[in-house]
């Protein structure tokens, strides 16, 4: 039995899957002082025995949540001499042009907490100054005496030479063993000061906090189970171990989304579809992201609460690559100043919820259009709101001032809601090139698959899946998931005509590093698989290009190819190529997976009867009013098929089939749906 | 109110389109830019307009471009008029007329034909590393003519009919410095164009050209609502300013600039009459210049948060006499130009402040701070080139001290250049980067510090321009704060001489073990000082923004 639970805000979810492959789910609320009691509550509550359990996979919004809500430990920063305003001067950026009582992002450390001590090295990671670390005892005192529980260091050029940020680090463990260290180049070995010391001060600032929920919940773990593999979500899609998750948890910040994205990869592998566009749609947001050849994409250009008009704190940790907007089941329906419509980002949320919840919800929101528009039925909420209060509703906010029918209102909120679903699916996929014809559609959450077919329309894809799992997606994700770990260095060289040693010697040392770390997370050799890439681009230009590198050793041979490739990928991403111009790797990377054994997957269970549960009106935008037919999902049998218009109903959610799709449901359960059939 | 045929759902999905396409090619320019003022600096504009060369949305990066889009492609509509043909691309730097700033901004402007029609512009403006001239970098802080600046690009047809004008293009590798760099921007420019050209024909094709346009139109009109709405609640009458400009560069005298403002019930005029004639130094202004800074405040005024066009302006006129240091005429030097740009924001912030407290903080560092330093990198082949703006302090506002490390109000999604990044490409030494705690700005609510960097050369022979403009008078606190502090920089050379401060210095001769001390002002307090709370003052003693004594002396501090 292998077990994931995933924490979020409200619920606690929890999938398993036993070792016939059956899944089983549970869900419990979350238990916010004591998290670990939440955990074990949903085991209880889906019969799960503890000593049954062999694997335990585990996601958490604790690190997430102390850094949004500031509710870290004091945490004091030392730098190098000159620098220590470094958090406070960050990039001098103002994305609301026009506020001039803007506002950036105040530092996690407070001024005087910001010591600096002598020492220099220069760009090439020569030392011009040695370290003094006579200078340290002054400052370490000054933190004790004002209480600093953690402490980062983050000193110029570390990413090119660690030695002399190691050497703080050792100091303070001799000489303050008390003191919860995090030096910069153990999270991040690439170029940008601020953005280096802004992740080491939050990994600072957050450790202790998850170290002490981690071995909590391990001990809790081990004196009521046997299992002794238990493994964290991390923010690119892999896991790591509990021991590696509590030196660096700032990898955990979006330990909960990204799974489902690569539960996603996962599920592509198994129905045979390598290039997938994930769409998942909740009831505050949407988010979605791009799945190449099987690869989720990950960058470290993450910046935490960043939005249009606000910058954000830069984390250079490995984040899957989402794209997230204020748009979801409970997003409202408003008029601006300007007398136009919008969907979100503002949401009705859970409570009071859309209208037809009947918990007090009163401004109209996708959902309610949809139950006006007939593609949801009212009688599937445990709500005694009825079809005239909504629709009185839609025409007190937003009806009589528009001077619409309700029909057409509803119809705009949908379409308007899937125009901004458009535009963030195109800045995943047209804007970087990929053409979305090339994709298949996997909808996820509760909207998802109300919405993806008319999406799928609109961007010529052929195929949606919805998978079994739907509901719980992600903690079933987080169930396939291996070990990974992603690194990056820096480098900066010419790509041509150079001895190509010295890239290979990196490479291998970091790739040696990786290897150490998964053998202490208990992964055998054979077990492990590295993947190698470039950041590259032509010189002069700022912004690179991942290109992978499929060879043992980097040499004059095949850099040629990996250059073709470059430019192939640059005239992708950017329509354009400069084939005289010299090119420059930036950093090298490399992902690291430690492979882990995947649960069995099985043929669904079909219920008894017939699957067509009622004809009724729905309303299209090409067709207004039709008669369609409706049918029960867990129902349908494997291999049957259903020819649009109609509607799939689940207890939460439909599927709404247009003129011409045909959906099929295979062997797993997974809905297929050939957009216009085939 | 105005009908429209097609419906608002209809019009809201075209409308996000429209914005999205400014957007798409904004970030398309800034990732294939070679040089980092683009990329980095994000020092330029792309936007739409209608067929008339009515801005219908711009993607930003600084605020300084605002509405000199619309400009270049009026001008090339005059200009062309009917021989305008489908594939055709314009290039244009005129400072005089066509939304001109300086020459370093090169304009594009490309028309857009759906079957045959003209439906929309689609344009935009980036500014050059080198457009040739006297000095490296195109910009100098005592240029006399606008000869010495480099290549003026009069509305000349770069593409015709999807053709490249080779010799043109030639003509211009020739006469540049680094052409890999300017060529290589320009067609960073192209390939934003044509990819705003691709969304309006896709845009065309899923609807009728028809829609498009009477959208474009009913967009325009909105934004001249929502102004109209907020021009409704600010306060009506007239307020008169006058201040004064360092220099020119050329002579040490002062400068004065004036204003009177005229705000009605649905109008905001802006009356520049009176300020002094063009200098002789290059911190003249073009009219488009002017316009651009006028606008800026006026949507800080009205509504920051909304969507921009052309409509938004229509309530705002601005006047400035032909001639004058702030509507320049040929052959006027410009480079610099934003020295007296800037004041078309400040003057008007300065005039409504003390009406407009919840929108209006105290002053801020007042100029772009401009570093322009080059020569040889000690380990590679090639000269290095950096031209940057400097971040400084902002005004404290009635709810809120002011910040630190900001650029200046022209200038916005800007970045400054990472330490880490610029010690590698430009082979110096940046001994300090940090927060100029002065102690200026005192107020109930304290002004944000200015910046100190440095810069030390490590080879000989290399130069150094700056335009720290604001150095001669510091800026202004707000409901009885404290003024903030200058902007200056000194040079200490390896001998331990110090030379300076400065205020502009064009080709400072630097040796290696040279180096330059920038600093920027500290922006203005608002309020009293003996207001604010004995926590925040203890508070700011223990974090070294102030000293004790100056805590006692200004804020009445005593333990």
């Known amino acids: ?678 | 109110m105005k009908s429209y045929k097609t419906n608002p759902f209809t019009y809201e999905v075209i409308k996000d389109a429209l914005i999205a396409t400014g957007e798409e090619m904004f970030i398309a320019l800034a990732k294939t830019s070679m040089s980092p003022i683009v990329y980095e600096v994000l020092d330029y504009a792309c936007g739409l307009t209608n067929h008339k060369g009515e801005l219908v949305t711009q993607g930003n990066g600084v605020t300084g471009f605002i509405g000199m889009l619309s400009f270049m492609v009026k001008d090339t509509i005059e200009k062309h008029g009917d021989t305008i043909k489908e594939g055709d691309i314009f290039i244009i730097n005129d400072p005089y007329k066509g939304g001109g700033s300086h020459l370093n901004d090169v304009g594009l402007v490309m028309p857009i034909f759906y079957k045959g029609q003209l439906i929309s512009f689609v344009a935009n403006k980036a500014h050059w590393t080198d457009v040739g001239g006297k000095d490296p970098g195109s910009m100098s802080t005592n240029s006399t003519e606008i000869y010495q600046e480099g290549l003026q690009f009069a509305c000349l047809r770069l593409f015709s009919e999807g053709e490249v004008n080779d010799p043109l293009l030639k003509f211009i590798e020739t006469n540049v410095r680094h052409p890999e760099i300017s060529i290589g921007d320009l067609w960073a420019q192209v390939a934003s164009l044509r990819t705003g050209e691709k969304r309006l024909k896709e845009l065309c094709e899923k609807y009728e050209s028809e829609v498009i346009i009477e959208s474009m139109e009913r967009f325009l009109d909105q934004g001249e609502r929502l102004a109209l709405k907020e021009i409704e609640k600010l306060p009506k009458g007239t307020f008169e300013l006058s201040d004064l400009i360092d220099d020119d560069g050329i002579t040490d005298d002062q400068i004065n600039i004036q204003i009177k403002i005229t705000i009605t019930d649905n109008e905001f005029i802006c009356d520049f009459t009176g300020t002094d004639t063009q200098v002789q130094g290059p911190i003249n202004s073009s009219y488009t210049g002017l316009v651009s800074s006028v606008r800026t405040i006026f949507l800080a005024i009205t509504n920051p948060a909304q969507d921009i066009n052309d409509g938004a302006f229509r309530p705002l006129t601005v006047i400035a006499e032909k001639g004058s240091v702030v509507n320049t005429s040929s052959p006027a030097p410009t480079s610099m130009y934003w020295e007296s740009m800037l004041y078309g924001s400040e003057l008007i912030w300065k005039s409504l402040a003390p009406y407009l407290p919840d929108k209006l903080t105290a002053g801020h560092l007042m100029s772009v701070c401009t570093v322009i330093m080059g020569g040889k990198h000690p380990d590679k082949d090639g000269d290095f080139l950096i031209v940057e703006p400097s971040v400084g302090g902002w005004g404290a506002g009635n709810n809120q001290d002011g910040d630190t490390g900001q650029f200046c109000i022209l200038d916005g999604e800007t970045f400054n250049v990472p330490v880490e990044i610029a010690e590698t490409t430009y082979g110096v030494i940046i001994d300090e980067y940090s927060m100029r705690t002065d102690g200026a700005g005192a107020g109930k609510h304290r002004g944000g510090p200015g910046v100190i960097r440095s810069y030390r050369a490590l080879t000989d022979n290399q130069f150094f321009t700056a335009s720290y403009g604001h150095h001669k008078l510091n800026v202004w606190g707000s409901a009885g704060g404290m003024d903030g502090s200058n902007n200056e920089f000194l040079i200490e050379k390896a001998d331990g001489t110090v030379d300076g401060p400065f205020g502009k210095y064009n080709q400072y001769k630097l040796n290696k073990g040279d180096k330059v001390v920038l600093k920027t002002a500290t922006g203005g307090g608002y309020g009293d000082p003996k207001e604010r709370s004995k926590k925040d003052v203890e508070n700011d003693i223990l974090n070294g923004y102030i000293t004790v004594e100056q805590a006692n002396r200004f804020y009445g501090y005593s333990r």
């Open chain 1, 1 to 678: 039995m292998r077990v994931a639970t995933d924490i979020g805000g409200t619920f606690t979810d929890l999938v398993a899957v036993d070792d016939n492959g059956k899944i089983i789910v549970g869900k419990s609320d979350t238990t916010p002082n004591k998290f670990e009691k939440g955990i074990f509550n949903v085991i209880e509550q889906a019969n799960i025995d503890l000593k049954d359990i062999q694997m335990f996979f585990h996601g958490t919004t604790v690190v997430i949540n102390t850094l949004t809500e500031k509710t870290g430990v004091k945490t004091g920063l030392i730098t190098t001499k000159g620098f220590r305003d470094v958090l406070e001067i960050a990039r001098g950026n103002r994305p609301d042009l026009f506020n001039l009582k803007y506002k950036k992002p105040e530092p996690i450390v407070e001024r005087h907490l910001r010591k600096e001590i002598s020492e220099r090295l220069d760009y090439k990671g020569e030392v011009i100054s040695p370290l003094n670390t006579d200078e340290l005892n002054e400052i370490l005192t000054y933190f004790k005496e004002y209480n600093v529980k953690a402490i980062a260091v983050s000193l110029l050029h570390s990413y090119k030479n660690d030695e002399h940020e190691k050497q703080v680090l050792n100091y303070i463990r001799t000489n303050y063993p008390e003191f919860s260290v995090t030096i910069s180049s153990e999270l991040s070995k690439e170029w940008r000061e601020y953005e280096r010391t802004s992740t080491a001060a939050f990994n600072a600032y957050v450790k202790p906090i998850a170290h002490d929920y981690l071995t909590n919940l391990e001990q809790n773990l081990i004196d009521k189970s046997s299992c002794k593999k238990n493994y964290i979500m991390q923010s690119n899609g892999g896991t790591s171990t509990f021991e590696i998750a509590k030196k660096t948890p700032i990898n955990m910040i979006e330990s909960g989304p990204v799974a489902g994205i690569f539960g996603a990869s996962i599920l592509g592998e198994v129905i045979d579809e390598n290039n997938l566009i994930v769409l998942d749609i909740g009831g505050t947001t949407a988010k979605c992201s791009l799945v190449e050849n099987g690869n989720v994409k990950i960058s470290t250009n993450y910046h935490m609460e960043k939005t249009e008009r606000y910058a954000g704190y830069p984390l250079k940790v490995p984040v899957v690559d989402i794209i997230e907007i204020g748009n979801g089941g409970g997003s409202i329906a408003w008029i601006d100043d300007s007398g136009s419509i919008k969907v979100g980002p503002k949401s009705a949320g859970a409570d009071p919820g859309p209208i037809a919840y009947g918990r007090g919800g009163n401004k109209p929101t996708t959902t309610d259009a949809n139950i006006l528009l007939g593609r949801l039925a009212l009688r599937n909420f445990e709500t005694s709101t009825s079809l005239e209060e909504i629709k009185n509703k839609f025409e007190i906010s937003l009806g009589k001032q528009l001077n619409t029918k309700t029909d057409d209102l509803a119809m705009g909120i949908v379409k308007i809601a899937n125009s901004n679903m458009l535009n963030a699916l195109k800045l995943i996929s047209v804007r970087k090139g990929y053409d979305p014809r090339d994709f298949t559609l996997v909808a996820i959450g509760g909207g998802g698959p109300m919405h993806s077919q008319a999406l799928a329309r609109e961007l010529g894809i052929k195929k949606v899946v919805i998978p079994s799992t739907s509901s719980v997606f992600a903690s079933w994700g987080m169930l396939m998931s291996d070990i990974r770990h992603d690194y990056s260095q820096t480098l900066l060289l010419p790509a041509r005509g150079i001895s190509y040693k010295e890239v290979n010697s990196v490479y291998d040392e970091i790739i040696r590093k990786a290897e150490e770390t998964l053998n202490t997370e208990g992964v055998e050799a054979s077990d492990v698989v590295i993947t190698k890439s470039l950041d590259m681009r032509y010189e002069g230009q700022e912004h690179t290009v991942e290109i992978h590198v499929p060879y043992e050793n980097i040499d004059e041979n095949n850099i040629e190819e990996i250059i073709k490739n470059f430019h192939e990928n640059h005239d992708r991403m950017y329509s354009y190529t400069l084939p005289e111009n010299e090119l420059e790797i930036v950093n090298i990377k490399i992902q690291a997976l430690g492979k882990l054994e995947k649960p069995k997957m099985i043929e669904t269970d079909t219920e008894e009867g017939t699957a067509l549960k009622e004809e009724r009106e729905v309303f299209y935008e090409e067709s207004g009013w039709i008669h369609v037919s409706v049918y029960d999902k867990n129902k349908l049998k494997v291999e049957e098929s259903v020819t649009g218009p109609a509607i799939i109903e689940e207890q939460s959610t439909s599927i709404i089939l247009h003129d011409g799709d045909v959906l099929q449901k295979d062997k797993y359960g997974n809905l297929v749906i050939e957009i216009g059939g085939q």
